[in-house]
């Protein structure tokens, strides 16, 4: 699937999933992320979501086209990896936290956290290279 075509399906996002996590007492809000924004971390939920199913099917299910099961799966991993990237990015340029360590809390909450921005990314690029 081309880039452009990832965008249109953001656009598309009708039904936003929220995140869960509740803010923690030494966490600052900082404001609430974009709709496209929401948008993208919805789509990355959802991808996250498809890859744990077919990473069941895989473990646990009576799977007859296990290649093509191995495929899919590879492919919604690094499609919801793209969109954390995509997401983070899309934050962090939108309130200018390029040096500041940011998380996403319950009720759209864009906050600081006391991780160090070099783990942050660190992170990311730890989980696009499949370490």
Not at 18 to 31: M, N, Q, S, W, Y
Not at 47 to 70: C, F, M, P, V, W
Request: net charge negative; aromatic share 12%.
């Amino acid at each position: 699937m081309e880039l452009s075509l990832i965008h249109l399906e953001i656009q598309s996002v009708d039904k936003l999933i929220e995140p869960k996590g509740e803010a923690k007492v030494d966490e600052h809000l900082i404001g609430y992320p974009s709709d496209y924004a929401k948008k993208v971390y919805t789509l990355w939920m959802l991808s996250e979501k498809e890859a744990k199913l077919i990473e069941a099917d895989l473990r646990y299910g009576d799977t007859t086209d296990e290649t093509e099961l191995e495929s899919q799966f590879v492919k919604f991993k690094c499609r919801a990896q793209l969109l954390e990237a995509l997401f983070w990015y899309v934050c962090k340029e939108e309130f200018e936290t390029w040096n500041c360590p940011i998380g996403i809390r319950k009720e759209w909450k864009l906050v600081k956290t006391h991780n160090s921005p070099i783990d942050f990314l660190n992170n990311i690029f730890r989980d696009m290279m499949g370490d």
